[in-house]
């Protein structure tokens, strides 16, 4: 019998080899291995040593008690809580979305946008948070998460093809984890607090920067 050899090409979106992701996507490489450096501290100085410098409120001791008060012109705050995570699988799972949402809009789109849109993603996620919880510690990439993937779900709605996504299911399940952490199952399951108001945050900032992009392109159009 003869053997009949098909080839996939062109059917499903490939990603080029390792070695030039690393070249075409420094932003998105960059965010990922920050972040895994400030986990390496964590782990040798402890948490606390690390919070004082990048939690989004600042720890001040005020008579014989701590109280956590506002970033004020400390900029870099409403940013680096982004890079903080509390654990092994919480690194990893924000990791792994990082690089599959990142690598696409950075590739298509250059790494000064990917920039831009971590700065803004992080900014509006942390201050959404911090609106919603009050003075508190938080952290992860996950608002950036949602702002990357709020923007490849408009792009992937109006401008279809423009940015190549691997599967469509992959915003489903996006879309039912922000739902069900805003249920309060994830935290009675064992899986910690959810910063409900960071995914919300990003959300909105990658929406709203995919609404822009999308229009833009289609008047180049």
């Known amino acids: 019998m003869p053997v009949v050899e098909i080839s ?36 040798l100085l402890g948490d606390a040593a690390v919070l004082d410098w990048l939690a989004f409120n600042k720890v001040e ?15 870099w705050r409403y940013v680096s809580p982004a890079l ?11 990791g792994l979305w990082i690089w599959e949402f990142g690598f696409r809009l950075e590739l298509r789109l250059g790494s000064v946008f990917m920039l831009n849109l971590f700065i803004a993603g992080a ?23 949602y702002a990357l993937m709020g923007c490849l779900w408009v792009l992937w709605r109006w401008r ?25 199952i994830l935290k009675w399951v064992g899986l910690g607090s959810i910063a409900n108001g960071a995914h919300l945050g990003g959300l909105l900032v990658g929406i709203a920067t995919g609404i822009i992009i999308a229009r833009l392109f289609s008047v180049r159009g």
Request: hydrophobic letters at 55%.
């Open 8 to 43: 996939l090409d062109g059917l499903m979106p490939s990603r080029p080899d390792i070695t030039v992701q690393w070249r075409q996507a420094p932003v998105t490489i960059a965010i990922l291995v920050v972040s895994v450096m400030v986990f390496g501290l964590m782990g």
């Open 160 to 184: 279809p093809g423009f940015v190549p996504i691997a599967t469509p299911a992959i915003f489903t399940f996006m879309w039912i984890w922000l739902v069900v952490g805003f249920t309060g």
């Open 84 to 94: 903080i995570h509390f654990g092994l699988m919480h690194i990893l799972f924000n």
């Open 61 to 75: 001791f005020n008579g014989r008690r701590f109280e956590l008060v506002s970033p004020g012109a400390e900029y």
């Open 123 to 145: 900014v509006g996620g942390n201050l959404l948070q911090s609106w919603w919880s009050g003075p508190s510690i938080f952290g992860g990439l996950s608002g950036v998460v």
